[in-house]
């Protein structure tokens, strides 16, 4: 069965860091992009990070340039986000994403989400 399991999610205080892990199974990791998302209360799920199946290249939101890095361990089959200077308007619920077309057949996959509060 496939799975993403996200972890590493907390309280942190403004201007802190935290590292988000992303481990996958039941399917070839190599082949996915990969991406996070966050939703906030009240607000849409947006689009925070993504990487190409290499790793050769990375997209990020314009709020998360130059604070968020995203990575991937092809070894490990798991998918990292890096967050840097967090603030409370990063306050959110974090799920990591896989997609992939094979044969024809898009795959979508979402791991159950980790929530990551900022504030003092």
């Known amino acids: 069965q496939v799975q993403l399991v996200e972890s590493g999610g907390g309280l942190v205080q403004p201007g802190g860091s935290l590292r988000l892990s992303c481990a996958a199974s039941g399917f070839t990791f190599r082949r996915y992009v990969m991406n996070w998302y966050r939703q906030a209360p009240g607000k849409e799920r947006e689009l925070v990070a993504a990487?190409?199946?290499?790793?050769?290249?990375?997209n990020y939101a314009d709020s998360m340039k130059g604070r968020f890095t995203i990575s991937r361990d092809s070894a490990k089959n798991t998918v990292y986000l890096q967050m840097n200077s967090l603030q409370p308007e990063d306050t959110a619920v974090y799920y990591c994403n896989a997609r992939a077309t094979i044969l024809g057949e898009f795959n979508d996959y979402w791991g159950q989400g980790t929530q990551v509060t900022v504030s003092s």
């Open positions: 990487i190409t199946s290499t790793g050769g290249t990375t």
